[in-house]
């Protein structure tokens, strides 16, 4: 069992040993294994119940940014659990380079089809991910095509929302439970769009840029050669900085962007969706 370091709450222990028991009951299992929190607690909970019949497996393309890839990969071997990684390829489709409001369908479609391959390898394992019940009230096609693949999420079935996960998963001894949610490359492009691995190269390295001058949570949004920088709203006077927006400009512009701005409001989950109902 893994070691607590702080009490629950009477709700959240008892859907800690809920989702024990989900897990345990699948017999063995494939994790859609990203190194998120989310899917880094259902794989934690799947070594614990199951050992060796538990098998994550991380989905690899040009919309993982490589640090999130590495995260993964030592989060997996600090846990104990077999990790695989598969090669995905969304970006040889249009509807996910052409960027509809749906392209995550698109995405998830395509990486469940791996995994579904590997889960067959692997005697027919059932499939899990780490969707959470607070990701249903979001707009997430991506959801739609794991349902469509037999995909169960735990997490979700037994209405554990994020802040508990992160409880559970500091409570269970965790050391990556407060890390900052890292969506996939592709949400930093306004739906429409075009995609392409050179621009979600170029994003990710104006967010490491940032993140190796400090900045925790760091959105890179961009339209056209244009970048817009959404940081916390407790970093953002960091950015208003004369020297270091001069810097800024010039790092960004050496990599291809022509203009850059500061989001005041600051970084937001869910922003590219707010008026998904205009599309």
């Not at 809920?18 to 990203?34: D, G, P, Q, T």
């Not at 998830?108 to 607070?134: M, P, S, T, W």
Request: aromatic share 8%.
């Amino acid at each position: 069992m893994l070691s607590p370091v702080k009490q629950l709450s009477h709700s959240q222990s008892k859907q800690l040993n809920l989702l024990r028991e989900c897990i345990k009951n699948f017999k063995s299992v494939c994790v859609a294994y990203s190194g998120g929190v989310d899917s880094s607690l259902i794989a934690a909970i799947a070594q614990e119940q199951l050992g060796s019949k538990a098998l994550a497996i991380t989905g690899v393309s040009p919309s993982l940014s490589p640090h999130l890839l590495k995260e993964a990969r030592e989060q997996a071997l600090w846990l104990g659990i077999r990790h695989e990684e598969c090669f995905t390829n969304e970006l040889q489709e249009a509807s996910y380079v052409n960027n509809p409001k749906d392209r995550c369908f698109t995405c998830k479609r395509e990486l469940h089809k791996n995994l579904y391959a590997i889960a067959c390898k692997n005697k027919n394992k059932q499939i899990i991910d780490g969707v959470n019940f607070d990701d249903l009230d979001d707009y997430r096609p991506g959801i739609q095509a794991a349902k469509q693949a037999g995909v169960r999420s735990p997490l979700a079935e037994l209405k554990i929302n994020k802040i508990t996960v992160r409880e559970i998963s500091k409570f269970i001894g965790l050391p990556w439970w407060n890390k900052p949610a890292q969506p996939c490359l592709a949400s930093r492009f306004p739906y429409g769009e075009v995609i392409s691995e050179e621009r979600l190269r170029k994003v990710d390295k104006a967010e490491q840029w940032l993140r190796s001058h400090g900045f925790r949570e760091v959105r890179v949004r961009s339209k056209g050669v244009k970048a817009k920088i959404e940081v916390g709203s407790e970093q953002i006077q960091s950015l208003k900085n004369q020297t270091f927006q001069k810097n800024v400009i010039d790092y960004f512009q050496s990599i291809g962007f022509d203009s850059v701005e500061i989001d005041y409001e600051g970084y937001v989950s869910g922003k590219l969706n707010r008026n998904i109902d205009l599309l």
